[in-house]
């Protein structure tokens, strides 16, 4: 099956400064590759995804790179601010055998210091 | 508002107390699913359904079970609870499901089985 790899596990930047977190993945099938952002005490939300026919995806301030060849795709976060503070995780799923499975990363807790 | 309820947000068992999550969305999505997450561990996927009357296993199912009998609903049922599987569990939902749609998590279920 799928096996995702998340780093750092925590991460610790001065408020202004940029973050990145980088998840390889086992399977090459997978083609769906979504970031989630959870807050303390609440569920996690998705903050962006890219798919597998992208290497780059942007959203304000927060970018997600692909490289399908060497399996593995990053989250850049620029300006982060406090409110940046929370944990990430990434993921992976694929379209065909075993749709609807989705393996995690172990998650990334990011603090941003103001 | 659209939104994933479960019931109960905390719960305190004793060993071999079978019980019940429920987990309810007004989205009218297919896909739904049941998350557990550990310290360290990240979301792990128990079960997941693709539609009404369709579930699989995820990476951890043993222990648990779940049923679809309507579209809105996908409770969690744990027939012989054992410390083990104290953890954080959250259900979520999604159109059609990962890869082709984010995902919508609850609030989660804090379960401690002594």
């Known amino acids: 099956g799928e096996n995702v790899e998340q780093h750092p596990s925590t991460l610790s930047v001065q408020e202004g400064d940029s973050a990145v977190i980088k998840c390889t993945y086992s399977?090459?099938?997978?083609?769906?590759f979504p970031w989630y952002k959870q807050e303390l005490g609440k569920g996690p939300q998705l903050i962006i995804d890219i798919r597998s026919n992208v290497g780059e995806k942007k959203d304000q301030r927060i970018a997600v790179t692909l490289n399908k060849t060497a399996k593995h795709f990053s989250l850049h976060i620029t300006e982060t601010q406090p409110e940046d503070s929370a944990v990430y995780f990434c993921a992976a799923s694929r379209t065909t055998t075993n749709a609807g499975k989705s393996t995690f990363g172990d998650g990334t807790t990011l603090t941003v210091k103001p | 508002e659209a939104q994933v309820t479960q019931n109960p947000r905390y719960l305190i068992t004793v060993t071999g107390k079978k019980l019940t999550v429920t987990c309810s969305q007004n989205?009218?999505?297919?896909?739904m699913s049941w998350y557990r997450q550990d310290p360290g561990l990240g979301l792990r996927q128990i079960y997941y359904s693709m539609n009404v009357e369709v579930t699989d296993k995820g990476d951890v199912p043993e222990g648990y079970k779940v049923s679809r009998k309507e579209k809105r609903n996908f409770p969690l049922i744990l027939e012989s609870p054992s410390p083990n599987q104290t953890s954080l569990y959250f259900c979520?939902?999604?159109?059609?499901?990962?890869?082709?749609?984010?995902?919508?998590f609850g609030p989660g279920t804090r379960l401690t089985v002594l």
């Open positions: 399977d090459s099938a997978s083609n769906y």
């Open positions: 979520a939902s999604s159109l059609q499901g990962p890869p082709y749609n984010e995902q919508f």
């Open positions: 989205m009218n999505h297919e896909y």
